[in-house]
């Protein structure tokens, strides 16, 4: 079945950091993009970060872009997302997600119809 499974989020407090995981199952990653959202209560869903199947490429949402790592294992079907420094405003629910489209930009949630069903992440002191 295709799958995404997100994990690793957690409490954290300011400065820290941590790296969430998405397992991904009956998917071959070098072939699909896959990207990483968040969400606030009350806020649009937004882009953090994706990889393109295209081209393999790493894309940034400019709020992400400094703090932010993605990185994906094809072996491990996993692809994950490192945060440093973390900071209140980042706190939301955080999603994985999958396209199969042959893409070179992704940073858009409508483009994705696969999804996990997402990790807490709560920076507090």
């Known amino acids: 079945q295709l799958q995404l499974v997100e994990s690793g989020g957690g409490l954290v407090q300011p400065g820290g950091s941590l790296t969430l995981s998405c397992a991904a199952s009956?998917?071959?990653?070098?072939?699909?993009?896959i990207g990483w959202f968040r969400q606030v209560p009350g806020k649009e869903r937004e882009a953090v970060s994706c990889?393109?199947?295209?081209?393999?490429?790493?894309h940034y949402s400019g709020s992400a872009r400094g703090r932010f790592i993605m990185s994906s294992n094809v072996a491990n079907s996993t692809a994950y997302l490192h945060i440093d420094s973390l900071k209140p405003e980042d706190t939301a629910v955080y999603y994985c997600a999958a396209d199969r489209a042959f893409r070179y930009y992704c940073l858009d949630r409508g483009l994705f119809g696969l999804w996990g069903q997402g990790t807490q992440v709560t920076v507090s002191s």
């Open positions: 009956g998917i071959a990653l070098d072939y699909w993009s």
């Open positions: 990889i393109s199947s295209a081209d393999g490429k790493l």
